[in-house]
């Protein structure tokens, strides 16, 4: 269990807008933001950043979940 906690922990909680874009099948930076508008994607805005947490991306990705607003 100890093993697998640790594993968490090195995962990283947000990504980037261009490492979200990829980890989406290569949509575009607009795209992502335009989702973020129609509701379709959390983004998270922190100072001058833009984020986008690897739930939401696992919940876009995820079999079933459509392609609403692409």
């Given at each position: 269990?100890?093993?697998?906690?640790e594993a968490?922990?090195?995962?990283?909680?947000?990504?980037?807008?261009?490492?979200?874009?990829?980890?989406?099948?290569?949509?575009?930076?607009?795209?992502?933001f335009?989702?973020?508008?129609a509701?379709?994607?959390r983004?998270?805005?922190?100072?001058?950043?833009?984020?986008?947490?690897?739930?939401?991306?696992?919940?876009?990705?995820?079999?079933?979940?459509g392609?609403?607003g692409?």
């Amino acid at each position: 269990m100890e093993r697998h906690h640790e594993a968490a922990l090195d995962e990283p909680i947000m990504v980037g807008t261009a490492e979200a874009s990829r980890l989406l099948g290569g949509i575009s930076r607009a795209t992502l933001f335009r989702w973020d508008r129609a509701g379709y994607i959390r983004l998270v805005r922190i100072g001058g950043r833009t984020l986008v947490p690897i739930s939401e991306i696992r919940r876009i990705a995820a079999p079933g979940a459509g392609e609403a607003g692409r």
